[in-house]
C-alpha cells in the first residue's frame, strides 16, 4: 500500500514477538520482503504505476548500497542498529503525515539520473543494514524532488526493492544472518495482503492511509525504545 516493502514492520514483530537478535531480524526481513515486493509490483505493473526508468537508475545505486549496509552490519553494535531502526520509524511517520502529492514528472536527464543513483545508493545501505525495503526514502524523494505521481512512485519503489532484497538476502545468507524458514513463511503468508495492497493504493485516499499507518508507525517506535532500553539496562559492565 506504501511502496516500503514491509520491512519496516516486519523488523520489529520479529525482534518483540519473536525475540529475535536484531541482526538476524534485519537479515530476516530483508529475505521475507522479496516475495512480497514480487507480487506487490505485480499489481502495480498491471494498473501502470511503475516508471521503469526511474527503477532503473536507483536500482543501480540501491545494488552497491546493499553491499555496503550488509558489510556494516557486522561492525555496528546491537543497540546502535536498534535506535537506528527507531529514527528511520520516526523519519518515516513524519513524511507520512505530510500531505505530498503530484501531477506529473519532471523530464529525466544525466543530473536527474545521477541524483536518482544517489538516492538508489542510500535506500541500498539502509535494506542491507537494516533489513528494510528503503520505500520510506525513496517514494517521498522521487514525489517531491521528481514530481512524481505519489501512486507510480510506490510502484517504483517496489521495483526497486525486488533487486536490492536479492542482494541483501544473499549477503546474508552466507555469513548465516538470516532465518530462512522464517523469512519463507513470513513472505508467503504477506503475497495476497500484498496484492490487496497494491489494489487498495490505487484507490484508497492517500492522506487517511497515511496518517493510519504513521499512527502505526509511532506506535512501533515507542515499543521499541521500551524494549532496547531494558536490554541496555541488562548489558552486564566489562
Same mark, same amino acid.
Given at each position: 500500500m506504501?511502496?516500503?516493502?514491509?520491512g519496516i514492520l516486519v523488523v520489529p514483530a520479529l525482534v518483540l514477538l519473536l525475540r529475535m537478535d536484531h541482526r538476524i531480524a534485519n537479515g530476516t526481513s530483508l529475505g521475507a520482503v522479496l516475495?512480497?515486493?514480487?507480487?506487490?509490483?505485480?499489481?502495480?505493473?498491471s494498473h501502470g504505476n511503475v516508471d521503469w526508468w526511474f527503477a532503473?537508475?536507483?536500482?543501480? %545505486?540501491?545494488?552497491?548500497?546493499?553491499?555496503?549496509?550488509?558489510?556494516? *552490519?557486522? @561492525?555496528?553494535?546491537?543497540?546502535v542498529?536498534?535506535?537506528?531502526?527507531?529514527?528511520?520509524?520516526?523519519?518515516?511517520?513524519?513524511r507520512l503525515f505530510i500531505p505530498m502529492t503530484s501531477t506529473g514528472r519532471d523530464a529525466l536527464d544525466f543530473v536527474s539520473a545521477a541524483a536518482l543513483v544517489v538516492i538508489g545508493f542510500a535506500t541500498g545501505v539502509l535494506a542491507g543494514l537494516l533489513g528494510i525495503g528503503g520505500?520510506?526514502?525513496?517514494?517521498?524523494?522521487?514525489?517531491?524532488?521528481?514530481?512524481?505521481?505519489s501512486v507510480v512512485a510506490k510502484g517504483t519503489s517496489v521495483a526497486?526493492?525486488?533487486?536490492?532484497?536479492?542482494? %541483501?538476502?544473499?549477503?546474508?545468507?552466507k555469513v548465516d544472518n538470516?532465518? *530462512?524458514? @522464517?523469512?519463507?513463511i513470513v513472505g508467503v503468508s504477506g503475497i495476497l495482503s500484498a496484492v490487496a495492497g497494491g489494489f487498495i493504493a490505487d484507490v484508497m485516499p492517500e492522506?487517511?492511509?497515511?496518517?493510519?499507518?504513521?499512527?502505526?508507525?509511532?506506535?512501533?517506535?515507542?515499543?521499541?525504545?521500551?524494549?532496547?532500553?531494558?536490554?541496555?539496562?541488562?548489558?552486564?559492565?566489562?
Amino acid at each position: 500500500m506504501f511502496g516500503v516493502g514491509g520491512g519496516i514492520l516486519v523488523v520489529p514483530a520479529l525482534v518483540l514477538l519473536l525475540r529475535m537478535d536484531h541482526r538476524i531480524a534485519n537479515g530476516t526481513s530483508l529475505g521475507a520482503v522479496l516475495p512480497i515486493s514480487i507480487s506487490s509490483l505485480v499489481t502495480y505493473w498491471s494498473h501502470g504505476n511503475v516508471d521503469w526508468w526511474f527503477a532503473f537508475w536507483l536500482a543501480l %545505486g540501491a545494488l552497491g548500497g546493499a553491499l555496503l549496509g550488509t558489510k556494516w *552490519m557486522h @561492525v555496528l553494535p546491537r543497540l546502535v542498529l536498534g535506535y537506528m531502526f527507531v529514527v528511520i520509524l520516526v523519519i518515516t511517520a513524519v513524511r507520512l503525515f505530510i500531505p505530498m502529492t503530484s501531477t506529473g514528472r519532471d523530464a529525466l536527464d544525466f543530473v536527474s539520473a545521477a541524483a536518482l543513483v544517489v538516492i538508489g545508493f542510500a535506500t541500498g545501505v539502509l535494506a542491507g543494514l537494516l533489513g528494510i525495503g528503503g520505500g520510506v526514502v525513496m517514494v517521498p524523494a522521487m514525489v517531491v524532488f521528481f514530481s512524481e505521481p505519489s501512486v507510480v512512485a510506490k510502484g517504483t519503489s517496489v521495483a526497486v526493492i525486488i533487486p536490492t532484497s536479492i542482494m %541483501g538476502t544473499w549477503r546474508n545468507w552466507k555469513v548465516d544472518n538470516i532465518d *530462512m524458514k @522464517v523469512a519463507a513463511i513470513v513472505g508467503v503468508s504477506g503475497i495476497l495482503s500484498a496484492v490487496a495492497g497494491g489494489f487498495i493504493a490505487d484507490v484508497m485516499p492517500e492522506d487517511l492511509s497515511n496518517v493510519l499507518f504513521a499512527t502505526l508507525i509511532v506506535i512501533v517506535a515507542i515499543r521499541m525504545i521500551v524494549d532496547l532500553q531494558k536490554s541496555s539496562r541488562t548489558v552486564t559492565p566489562v
